[in-house]
C-alpha cells in the first residue's frame, strides 16, 4: 500500500486539483467530515424521531461536498452566512457536534444556548455568523461583513451560502449589486439542490443556471458539480483568491441535491422516487470522494472503517453530552435580548 | 353525536371557504409559496390546484415582497386574489406593499380604486419553530389605516370570516394561530359569512370580562371553566377583528362586570392589549371599574427554540387563571 500510494503521489500532476492542491492527511480529514456532517444528520434525525429534538430540521444530507468544499480554503478567521439547511455548513466551518447536539436539545450548552435551535444554528468563534430562518436573510449580512473587512483591513473573506430558492428574492439581487459596485471580499454560493421545497428551479427561476444571473452584477458566475468536492474547493480557491486579491465577488452555482425532503413534514410529492434513488445510488458525495481517494491510494479500507468508527463514537459523545447537559432557567427567558451592560 | 352537527378543522374549513369563493366568483384566485401540489406548508390549501388547476392555485417563487404586489396589482384591476404567506414573520419582507401599497392606495386616488386583496398569515407560537417563525405580528398590521385586521379562533368564524373578506371591498388581513389549524368545530355547509369588526361573547359572566384574540380565546375559556367552582363568573370576548375594533361590546361588557383582563399572544407592550385597556379607560366603561385593568401578553423577548422557555413566553391557562383569580378577589 505505501508503495502504491507512493507512485500515486508522484503522478499527482495529472489528479484533480484538491489532489496537488492539499496533502493527504487533510484530504482524509475532509473525508472524515463528510461523514461527520452525514451521521450528526442522521443522528439529529433519530432523535427527532425519537422524541428528543423538538420543532423541525432541514438536513443536508448529499450536500456534503459543497459545504466542505467551499470551506476547504477559508481560514479560521473568515467568515460565513448560512441558512436553514446550514448544519453542514457549520461543520465544515468547524463547530463541534456535541455543541449542536445540545443546541438541538435546547440546552445551554448549545451554540446558541438553547434560543436557537436548528435553524439557528452558528459558531461565532469560527466564523459562522449563523443559519437563518430567513431565505436570503443572510445574503445582505455577507455583504456588510464583507464591508467590514475591507473597511477594517481584516483581510476576511466572507461565504454567503444560499439555495436555489433564494435567488428570487429582493435580498439577493440587492445585495449582490452592491458587492460589485463595492468590489467587496464576498463569495456568493447558491446550492442549487433543484428545489425550494416543493418549487423547482425550471417553474420558479427565469433562467436555466443561477450563475447566468451575476452577468447583470459583472462578476464572474461559475457552475460546479456540487457533488464533487474537488470541482467545488477549485471554483472556492479561485474565488478567495480574487476576493483577497481585492478584485471582488464571485457567484459559484454548487449543483446539488438533497436525498431528503424539505423538513420534517415533507411529502415529496413535486419529485419522483427514481428521482431520488438515482441521486442516491450515482451520485452521493461521500461515495464519490471516498472512491476517488481510494482509487488514487490516498486512503485504504482500513483508513475508511477507522474514519467511520471515529465518527460514530463523536456522534454517539455528542448525544450524551447534549443530554447531560443543563436546560436554561426559567429565569433566564429574557436574557440576550439586549446586550448586557454594566 | 348529533349528525347534523358537521365538524371540520379549522385547515379545512378555511380551504372549503376559499373553494366555495373560487366556486363563486370566477375573479378568486389562490397565489403563495408551495400551495399547489405541496398543498401548504400547513396544508390548508391541500389538493386545492387539483381542483381549480394551476391557474388559479398558482405557487409563486420565494418572494414575498413581489408576490404580495402581484396581489395587491391585480386586486386594483379586477382580480380576487387570497395570498398566503408560508409564516405570518415572512410579512416583514412584504410590508412596503401591504402597508405604502394596498393600505393607501384607494385613499392616495382619492377613492378612485380598491383594493379588495385578501392575505392569510399563518402565525403564532408553540412549534418549537424560534425566533423567525413564530411572531405575533397582527398589531403591526392593525396600526395601519386601510387595513382590516381579523383574527378568527374557531373553525367557525376561520370560515365564515374568509368569506366576509374576500367579498369585501378593501384589503383583509387574516391571522391564522398554526395552533389552532387542527382544532375542530361545528362548520355549517355553503356559504355563509361572520361580520369583520364584529365581536363575540363566547361565554357570559358577571365577574369579570377577559378579552382575548385568536388562541387565546379558548385558553380564556379554559380558564374561566377552571374558576367556576370557586364561584367566580367569567365573562370571555372574543375580539375576533383588531381594526376596526368593536368597542361596544368591549365596552358594554366592561360595564357589567366592572373587571377587565386582556389576553393576547403578541409581545405585551404596544399591544392589542394596550388598545383594548385604553379605549375602556376613554369610555365611559372606566367609572365601573372596581379595579386595575390587567394584561396578559408575550414576553418582552423573541420567541425562543427551548420549549420550556418557548411556553413560558407566551400567557398559558394558568396564567390566565392566575390573574383572573387575583383581579376578581382584589389581590394586586
Ligand atoms: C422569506 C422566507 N420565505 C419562505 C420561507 C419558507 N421556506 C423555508 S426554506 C424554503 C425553501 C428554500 O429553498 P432554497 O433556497 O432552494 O433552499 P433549500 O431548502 O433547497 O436548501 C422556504 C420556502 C422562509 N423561511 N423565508
Ligand atoms: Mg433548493
Known amino acids: 500500500m505505501a508503495g502504491a500510494s507512493k507512485a500515486v503521489a508522484d503522478s499527482r500532476a495529472n489528479l484533480p486539483f484538491v489532489y496537488r492542491q492539499y496533502r493527504p492527511e487533510q484530504l482524509r480529514h475532509v473525508l472524515h467530515k463528510m461523514y461527520l456532517i452525514r451521521r450528526f444528520e442522521e443522528g439529529a434525525e433519530e432523535c427527532y424521531m425519537r422524541g428528543l429534538i423538538h420543532g423541525t430540521m432541514h438536513l443536508s444530507i448529499g450536500q456534503e461536498a459543497s459545504a466542505m468544499g467551499i470551506c476547504m480554503p477559508l481560514a479560521e478567521d473568515d467568515q460565513i452566512t448560512s441558512t436553514h439547511r446550514g448544519h453542514g455548513h457549520c461543520i465544515a466551518k468547524g463547530a463541534e457536534v456535541s455543541r449542536m447536539f445540545a443546541e438541538f436539545f435546547g440546552k445551554t450548552t448549545g451554540y446558541c444556548k438553547g434560543r436557537g435551535g436548528s435553524m439557528h444554528i452558528a459558531d461565532v468563534a469560527k466564523g459562522n455568523l449563523g443559519a437563518n430562518g430567513i431565505v436570503a436573510g443572510g445574503i445582505p449580512i455577507a455583504v456588510g461583513a464583507a464591508l467590514s473587512s475591507k473597511m477594517i483591513k481584516t483581510g476576511k473573506v466572507v461565504v454567503s451560502f444560499f439555495g436555489d430558492g433564494a435567488n428570487n428574492e429582493g435580498a439577493f439581487h440587492e445585495a449582490l449589486n452592491m458587492a460589485a459596485i463595492w468590489k467587496l471580499p464576498v463569495i456568493f454560493v447558491c446550492e442549487n439542490n433543484g428545489y425550494g421545497m416543493s418549487t423547482s428551479t425550471a417553474r420558479s427561476t427565469a433562467v436555466k443556471n443561477i450563475a447566468e444571473r451575476a452577468a447583470a452584477y459583472s462578476m464572474p458566475g461559475v457552475i460546479v ?53 438515482d441521486w442516491m445510488a450515482n451520485r452521493d458525495p461521500i461515495t464519490l470522494f471516498e472512491t476517488e481517494l481510494r482509487d488514487f491510494g490516498f486512503i485504504d479500507d482500513q483508513g475508511i472503517q477507522a474514519i467511520r468508527d471515529a465518527v460514530a463514537k463523536e456522534i454517539a459523545d455528542g448525544i450524551e453530552f447534549a443530554k447531560a447537559s443543563p436546560a436554561p432557567e426559567i429565569a433566564t427567558l429574557e436574557n440576550y435580548v439586549y446586550t448586557e451592560q454594566a | 353525536m348529533d349528525a347534523v352537527v358537521r365538524e371540520l378543522s379549522y385547515a379545512q374549513a378555511i380551504q372549503e371557504a376559499m373553494a366555495i369563493a373560487m366556486d363563486m366568483d370566477e375573479r378568486v384566485f389562490l397565489m403563495g409559496e408551495d400551495i399547489g401540489v405541496y398543498g401548504g406548508a400547513f396544508q390548508v390549501t391541500g389538493d386545492l390546484v387539483e381542483r381549480y388547476g394551476t391557474d388559479r392555485v398558482i405557487d409563486t417563487p420565494i418572494s414575498e415582497l413581489g408576490g404580495a404586489g402581484v396581489a395587491v396589482g391585480a386586486a386594483v384591476t379586477g382580480m380576487r386574489p387570497i395570498f398566503e404567506f408560508q ?111 364584529k365581536a363575540e361573547i363566547r361565554r357570559e359572566g358577571r365577574d369579570l370580562t377577559i378579552v382575548a384574540t385568536s388562541i387565546m380565546v379558548q385558553k380564556a375559556l379554559d380558564a374561566a371553566a377552571a374558576l367556576e367552582g370557586e364561584g367566580i363568573d367569567i365573562e370571555v370576548v372574543d375580539l375576533r377583528t383588531i381594526r376596526p375594533i368593536d ?65 413560558a413566553t407566551v400567557p398559558q391557562v394558568p396564567d390566565i387563571i392566575a390573574a383572573a383569580r387575583d383581579l376578581v378577589k382584589g389581590v394586586r
Not at chain 2, 379605549?279 to 385593568?293: N, T
Not at chain 2, 420567541?303 to 418557548?310: A, G, K, S
Request: hydrophobic fraction near 40%; aromatic fraction near 6%; include cysteine.
Open chain 1, 225 to 277: 458539480n456540487g457533488n464533487i468536492f474537488s470541482e467545488v474547493a477549485e471554483a472556492s480557491f479561485k474565488a478567495v483568491e480574487r476576493a483577497r486579491a481585492g478584485e471582488g465577488p464571485t457567484l459559484i452555482e454548487s449543483k446539488t441535491y438533497r436525498h431528503r425532503g424539505h423538513s420534517k413534514s415533507d411529502r415529496n410529492r413535486y419529485r419522483t422516487k427514481e428521482e431520488i434513488d
Open chain 2, 87 to 197: 409564516f405570518s414573520d415572512f410579512a416583514a419582507l412584504a410590508m412596503e406593499q401591504i402597508v405604502n401599497q394596498a393600505a393607501k392606495m384607494r385613499f392616495m386616488l382619492g377613492g378612485e380604486v380598491s383594493v379588495p386583496v385578501v392575505m392569510r398569515f399563518p402565525a403564532g407560537s408553540g412549534t418549537g419553530a424560534a425566533a423567525q417563525h413564530s411572531q405575533s405580528l397582527e398589531a403591526w398590521l392593525g396600526h395601519v389605516p386601510g387595513l382590516k385586521v381579523i383574527q378568527p379562533a374557531t373553525p367557525h368564524d376561520a370560515k365564515g370570516m374568509l368569506l366576509a373578506a374576500v367579498a369585501d371591498p378593501d384589503p383583509v388581513m387574516i391571522f391564522e394561530h398554526k395552533l389552532l389549524y387542527k382544532m375542530k368545530g361545528h362548520v355549517p355547509e355553503g356559504h355563509y359569512t361572520v361580520p369583520i369588526g
Open chain 2, 247 to 311: 368597542r361596544q361590546t368591549v365596552i358594554d361588557s366592561v360595564k357589567k362586570t366592572s373587571r377587565l383582563l386582556c389576553v393576547y399572544e403578541a409581545v405585551k407592550t404596544l399591544g392589542i392589549g394596550a388598545e383594548v385597556s385604553a379605549l375602556v379607560a376613554e369610555s365611559e366603561a372606566f367609572d365601573y371599574l372596581d379595579a386595575p385593568i390587567v394584561r396578559l401578553g408575550g414576553a418582552e423577548t423573541p420567541i425562543p427554540y427551548n420549549p420550556d422557555l418557548e411556553k
